[in-house]
Every structure is written in C-alpha cells, then in structure tokens.
C-alpha cells in the first residue's frame, strides 16, 4: 500500500480523496493554486504546496510543477481526481517515468479510449452495440456529405477529442451540414488543438445512462449498476440518480454484461464509466468511456455501500477485486450546486459566500470544499457542492431532496439550489420521464423572495 499520495486536483474532489486517504492510514499532499490558498483540501491534508498562480495553465495543468511537489514530498503515488490531468496519457506517462502510480488509467488505456473514435472502434471489436456512424476520423467535407446520407439524417457531429458538448453539431438536413462541419471542426480546434471529426446517427431524445466498472491489473472487471444522467444542460450533467426509472431487470443485466465486456477487452484497470446512449424502445448503444472517477460517484457508493475511492487506491496498489457486480438496492439522486444565476441563464456568480447552512439528517450527505467567508474564484469551473440523497425508494428521495435544499441556504452568491428545488417539483422528473432533451423548453418559475 502507497505511504503519500499527492492529490493532483482542487474542491470538493481533493477533498474526498483525502478523506478516504486519512481513513486508509494513508498521507496526504495537496497542490493549490494562490486563488486556493484558503480551500479546506488544503487545511485537511497533511501537507501542502503551492504550485502556480490562478490560471490552470499555470498550476493544476502544470505537470513539471505537480511532479516536482510530488518529489520535495515524498509522495509515492498521484490521484487525479476529475477533469484537469484526470485522463491526460502524458501525465500518466510521466508519472510512471518518475516512479510515481498514477492512480487511474494507463497511457495506453486512456489513449486508446480518449479519442472516440478510436474508443468506438475498440468498443465495435469487442462487440458492445455502437452507434451507427462512421468508421474512425472522417479525413474531408465530401466524405462527410457522402456519409451523412448512408447513416442516414438526422445526424451528430463530433469532434474526436471533445468533451463537455464542445465540437458537437446536430445536423437534421443536407443544407445544414457544410455550416456545421465548419464550425464544429474550429470550435474543436480551439478547444482541444484537434480538429479531427467523426459522425453518428442522431438517437433522438435519448437517455444517457453510464455503467460504473472497476477493473484490476489481472484482467478482471466487474460492474456497480448504472447512474442515470439525462438532466443536462449544454451537454453538462446538471443532476444524476441511481437506479434509473427507466430501468428494467433485463435491460440492467444486459448493459452490465456490455460494460464488463468493454472493460475486459481493454484489460482496463481502475474505476472508470462505460457510459451508453439508450433510445425510446431501451435499445443500448456505446458512447463514450471515462477512464477516471466520475463527478457521480457518491450515489453509486451509497447504494452499494463501495468508497469507490478506497477501490481506486486498492486496485493500483495491485489488489484484486472480488469480481461480484452489484445491483442498488436503495434510491440515491445527486443534485449538483453550482454558483450560477439560473434565473439569468445560468451565468457564473463567483465571489464571497457570507452565509453557509448545510442540510442534514438520515440519508443525507454533502461533498463540499466551501464554507461561509470561502471567496469562490472565478478561474474554475462553478460547481461549488454536491448534494446527495438516498432513500428506499425514489418517491422517498424525491421528498428527501426537497426537504433538504428548502434546508440548504448559500448567501452572497447566486446558486442553482432554486433550479433543483423546481425540478423536484416537475410533474415529467417525478413520473421519470425524461430524456436528455428535457432541459430545451426549461424556465424558471419566478418566485418571490419576501
């Protein structure tokens, strides 16, 4: 088992790993930017080391920086968390080139599965249902038209190396493609320094719905049910729950069996999300891979009662998993609080909190790095909390939730805590009929605050 681990991320993620370090008898190094001199991952670790100014470019994103603390500390292992170097293969690279364990994918593993259209090819090999589209990179303009035919339209634009609905274009005519290969291809371009595109069949209001596995270094996988993640925004993931109401016994079996066949094809090893689109009729089709923990995961961990985390570092310091999949046998949703004005399209509402009450009570759990007097940066992305609910079944979760955000009370900043708090109460969430679309035709319902 690792000594140190040196967590290489900010929040609320830097935060949980360090926890789940403490209880593992485990030390703990965090990095933080000078905008983060004051967050709780950095009071809660062992050890801390500053290494850059706000911009991520100039500290989480800086590698030779990260390496180095990794070295003045001792640290014998790096946690990623999410987002920033999560699936960055250099980095794991590095690491490895400095006797470090990444703890999350290997270079290969998530340059395999990073490009999609590399990761859809694999994923077709294997055998795992794929969406009609194109085979690998699409090399020009009238191989795309050509091929927007044979797929048939309406069709989705991708770029390859894309994340986060950037390089993303639904294209539902002939007329409409030239415009949308152009300015998918230079928002990929600036976004990602890859203009590579691929094409698939547009599923139409779909459910996204991810499979969590966790593969060890013998080849082994197994799967902890599925988290459905179909209320987004901008292709952003707004909130999530375990199990899906769209959800049958068959459907999960099967889905499950797809993942671990995915997992085992790549001798993928670590926790990661095999995530799938599924059409009206609960036929399945591969998306995408994540080879890192999911910003979701708390829900999965409290109906099955797994610190993913804990698996995460067990499984890179070479322990085998026991191989059993799991089936929820409560409710959990999580709802993701972000310091955004959602009564003015969401925009970002950095600055001071003054006032913090946090919701509590049975079932309830809150993932936070903030507190009252905490200044929230601009330079990072806006999601400031999470919270969890689980229950024994959905309508009691639902309840739960509601309760507990009428309890939640952020001042100073505006939070989307009101946007969860309508959605606990729309009629088409509550009866589970929702799809990926659900967020079009969304408008807040003014309120007054007197």
């Known amino acids: 088992m690792f000594n ?262 790549i001798k993928y090893e670590g926790a990661g999300t095999v995530e799938f689109l599924v059409d009206k009729n609960r036929n399945f089709y591969f998306m995408e891979m994540n080879t890192r923990i999911q910003v979701e995961h708390p829900i999965t961990e409290e109906v099955v009662d797994h610190d993913l985390i804990r698996e995460q570092i067990k499984v890179a310091a070479g322990i085998p998993i026991s191989g059993k999949n799991y089936t929820p046998q409560l409710h959990s949703i999580e709802c993701r609080i972000n310091a955004e004005d959602p009564f003015h399209d969401f925009r970002p509402s950095p600055g001071r909190i003054t006032t913090l009450h946090a919701p509590g009570g049975h079932g309830v759990r809150l993932d936070t790095h903030v507190y009252a007097g905490y200044v929230i940066p601009p330079n990072y992305d806006s999601m400031i909390a999470k919270l969890i609910v689980t229950a024994q079944t959905r309508e009691e979760a639902i309840s739960k939730m509601r309760r507990a955000l009428d309890e939640f009370v952020i001042e100073g900043i505006q939070t989307t805590i009101p946007f969860h708090r309508q959605l606990m109460d729309d009629p088409a969430y509550i009866e589970g009929n929702y799809t990926t679309a659900f967020m079009n035709d969304w408008e807040m319902e003014e309120f007054d605050e007197e």
């Open 4 to 265: 140190k681990i040196l967590i290489a991320n900010r929040g609320e993620i830097a935060l949980r790993v360090i926890r789940t370090c403490k209880e593992m008898g485990i030390k703990t190094v965090a990095v933080y930017s000078t905008a983060d001199a004051e967050s709780l991952h950095v009071r809660f670790a062992d050890e801390a080391v500053c290494i850059g100014p706000p911009p991520s470019t100039e500290s989480y994103l800086k590698m030779a920086n990260i390496i180095a603390a990794a070295e003045i500390t001792n640290a014998d292992a790096i946690h990623p968390g999410y987002g920033f170097l999560s699936e960055n293969a250099r980095f794991s690279r590095i690491c490895a080139d400095n006797g470090l364990k990444f703890i999350g994918a290997s270079p290969e593993m998530i340059e395999k599965m990073g490009d999609k259209a590399t990761a859809k090819a694999t994923m077709k090999e294997a055998g795992v249902p794929c969406v009609p589209g194109s085979e690998g990179v699409i090399p020009d303009f009238p191989t795309c038209k050509k091929l927007a035919v044979e797929v048939g339209y309406p069709v989705m634009l991708k770029a390859s190396a894309g994340g986060g609905g950037k390089g993303m274009r639904a294209v539902w005519t002939e007329d409409e493609l030239e415009d949308a290969w152009n300015s998918a291809r230079q928002e990929s371009k600036a976004a990602f320094g890859n203009d590579d595109m691929y094409m698939e069949k547009l599923i139409e209001e779909p459910r996204h719905i991810e499979i969590q596995i966790v593969g060890d270094s013998t080849g082994r996988a197994c799967h902890l049910s599925e988290r459905d993640c179909s209320i987004q925004r901008r292709h952003q993931k707004l909130t999530e729950e375990t199990p899906s109401p769209f959800m049958t016994d068959k459907l999960r079996e099967d889905m499950g069996k797809a993942a671990v066949k995915a997992a085992e094809y």
